[in-house]
């Protein structure tokens, strides 16, 4: 558990933390909603999953934006 909201609260603290989500690489987050969806899937390893879409993430534009915004103390712009 992350956070505990009241109920009056809970809409609008979702909408903050999916904001924050949406910032990062579009890339990224597909590949770890794929990671976690895999280690619900009946005889698939969920950390070879994890890996192989961690790999998967090297080379493509999104991981090149973010590093070099890393390295010139930018925000990275997906």
Same mark, same amino acid.
Do not use: I, L, N, Y
């Given at each position: 558990v992350n956070?505990? =909201?009241t109920q009056d609260e809970l809409i +609008?603290?979702?909408e903050k933390i999916a904001g924050k989500i949406m910032r990062n +690489?579009? =890339?990224a987050i597909g590949a770890a909603i794929d990671a976690v969806n895999a280690g619900y899937i009946d005889g698939v390893d969920g950390y070879q999953a994890e890996i192989d879409c961690f790999g @998967? +993430? *090297?080379g493509t %534009? %999104? *991981?090149k934006e973010g590093t070099t915004a890393f390295l010139e103390k930018?925000? @990275?712009e997906f």
């Open positions: 956070h505990v =909201v +609008s603290t979702c +690489s579009p =890339v @998967a +993430s *090297f %534009d %999104d *991981f930018r925000k @990275a």
